[in-house]
């Protein structure tokens, strides 16, 4: 399965540096708490998601990070939140390929 990058996304974002192993950019989803503004959080939520919802990877990566960027409310802080967000509102939210 191909893998979303950095390259693949379209908007500005943070890139701290994580061990290898934090719970932030690894594991399964949980209730670790989630920064929509930091890349590496970002690549993390949308290839868990491409891994396991998806078989094109670009259409699909640009659309959940859309979602995150654009349309995922202030209050939801976590992976696990983050994830169901996107899985209930998916059919709601449309976006063309390459915008």
């Known amino acids: 399965m191909d893998t979303f990058t950095k390259d693949g996304l379209n908007y500005e974002y943070n890139w701290s540096q994580y061990e290898k192993n934090d719970p932030k950019i ?30 094109g990877v670009d259409c699909f990566g640009n659309k959940v ?8 409310p202030k209050e939801i802080k976590n992976q696990k939140d983050t994830i169901q967000w996107i899985k209930d509102n998916w059919k709601n939210y449309v976006v063309k390929c390459g915008e």
């Open 26 to 55: 690894s594991g399964m989803p949980d209730d670790t708490e989630f920064n929509r503004k930091e890349g590496l959080e970002v690549l993390y939520i949308v290839n868990f998601l491409t891994d396991h919802l998806a078989y």
């Open 65 to 72: 990070e859309q979602m995150m960027r654009d349309q995922l």
